[in-house]
């Protein structure tokens, strides 16, 4: 047996025991109904950090830009699971837009989402600094193909994924959807 050919056989082993690991640690945290460690953190520098590291991967593929208000975005939450959110979203729109490039834009901000906004709201922050009673928004947008209707029906789904022959899990969005419900989004 030629050396090429085992450690090409050798590599596809590590590929599919890193991507198993990846796959067990993913349902082990969609599983958990740990509460949630909360702290005060700044959504806007979480986000700024997290973006730049799903940027180390992709970089000049996607333009990748953060928005964030002047002062902090101030909430009570965990922030590993507020970074795991980040995280799969970005994950997800840098898959969508794969080998074509593009745009990702991750923002966050006071009051209500731009998309939702219907008219000019005051920015009031209270004594303690956080925003409770009030709206603090995430907005992950990218200019990738979209999804169609019966996607966008199922995309929170357990396990439902489009990129089966890519490795997807369909274990992203509905662990985002689980996280974000459990900070009280």
Known sequence: VDDDRLRHDAEQVLESAHHASHLVRRVLTF????????????????VRKTVSLARAGKAGE???RVEGPARPARVRADPSQLHQVVMNLCTNALEAMEGTGGRLTVACGHGVAPVARRSHQRE?????????????????????????RDVVDRVFEPFFTTRTDAG???????IVHGLVLNLGG
């Open 168 to 174: 997807g899990t369909g274990l992203g969005l509905s």
């Open 62 to 64: 996607v333009d990748i």
């Open 31 to 46: 599983g958990q109904k740990l509460p949630p460690r909360l702290e005060v953190v700044d959504l806007h520098e979480l």
């Open 124 to 148: 009031e922050v209270p004594a303690d600094g956080l925003d409770d009673g009030r709206t603090v928004w995430l907005m992950v947008t990218d200019s990738g193909p979209g999804m169609t």
